[in-house]
């Protein structure tokens, strides 16, 4: 049995006391770190931002051995490259570390990387560089570079009370597949629709959906020092309110705009649907249909 530190019950505790620790430099150039979808990062005299996020692929925590090798090296980039759309970035590079495992051939490996060259080469993240190592389990650990013009990435923190809160695709579709044994589909990273966001429909606020809306939309309202109330979004196929709701690894947009705004249904044939409104109120309590939603996405650290 594995005894957990009780003061760092959750994975939002463990951030936030990390957070409190590494603090930031003085120098000024990191505009954001801990906590948002990607640091931010301000070369000086640049007019430009450049973010960076980290992203880890564990064989038993997000995959097992019977999953496609060049899905899982497509996925291993997706999920960074999430990331940048959320903050309405273009991607400029990544670099992967991998450890392989005892099972694992020089085929699993050619198929895994075809797989991450294949988006990398679609959405021009080149592969410059990383690691590669040996293990008990397949590792690896993903980071991609973007970058926005200077001031202008989306964050977290900024949704502003009366805000309508969107979400992009339907949700619960991964936590269904994974629940009728099979694999997920390949995650497809919205940055086309992060970037129309951030340029001409002005988002106030974004973040990328990767544990649960629960347990996202919990975490948008909670750093913009708000509440959300909202109805029941939009479901995949055949998949669940509860799998919609706290399923994870749907890698769509959660966003909000200005009360007022105008938003087309879709946006390259993905739906765009309101599903609530940013109220004041407890900062990060969200209710469903009036009534309280818990945030009960996926958290690597919760009993």
């Not at 005299?45 to 097992?64: A, K």
């Not at 273009?90 to 075809?114: H, K, M, N, Q, T």
């Amino acid at each position: 049995m594995v005894k957990r530190n009780r003061a760092a019950s959750s994975e939002e505790e463990m951030i936030a006391r990390i957070r409190r620790r590494a603090g930031l430099p003085a120098s000024g150039s990191i505009v954001l770190g801990i906590g948002d979808d990607c640091a931010i990062f301000r070369p000086r005299g640049s007019n430009e931002d450049l973010l960076f996020t980290t992203d880890m692929l564990i064989e038993g925590t997000h995959f097992l051995r019977a999953h496609p090798p060049a899905d899982l090296g497509w996925k291993a980039l997706a999920r960074g490259l999430s990331d940048i759309a959320a903050m309405g970035g273009e991607p400029r590079f990544c670099l992967l570390s991998l450890a392989v495992a005892p099972w694992i051939g020089p085929r699993w490996i050619d198929a895994f990387y075809r797989g991450l060259l294949a988006l990398a080469s679609r959405e021009g993240a080149p592969l410059v560089g990383g690691d590669l190592s040996h293990a008990d389990r397949v590792m690896c650990d993903i980071l991609v570079c973007g970058s926005v013009p200077r001031s202008q990435a989306l964050r977290r923190d900024s949704a502003r009370r009366g805000d309508a809160i969107y979400v992009s695709g339907a949700l619960g579709g991964a936590a269904c597949r994974l629940a009728q044994g099979r694999p997920t589909a390949r995650p497809q990273p919205r940055l086309a629709l992060g970037r129309l966001l951030r340029q001409k429909l002005h988002a106030t606020a974004a973040m990328d959906l990767s544990d649960g809306i629960s347990l996202d939309l919990h975490r948008l309202a909670k750093a913009s020092n708000l509440s959300a109330e909202i109805t029941a979004p939009p479901r995949h196929r055949g998949a669940t309110l509860e799998q919609a709701l706290h399923g994870g690894e749907d890698y769509e947009l959660l966003f909000t705009l200005p009360g007022a705004a105008r938003l087309p249904p879709e946006f390259a044939g993905v739906p765009l649907t309101r599903i609530g409104t940013m109220r004041r109120g407890p900062a990060g309590a969200v209710t469903l249909d009036g009534v309280p939603l818990e945030p009960l996405g996926y958290d690597h650290f919760r009993p």
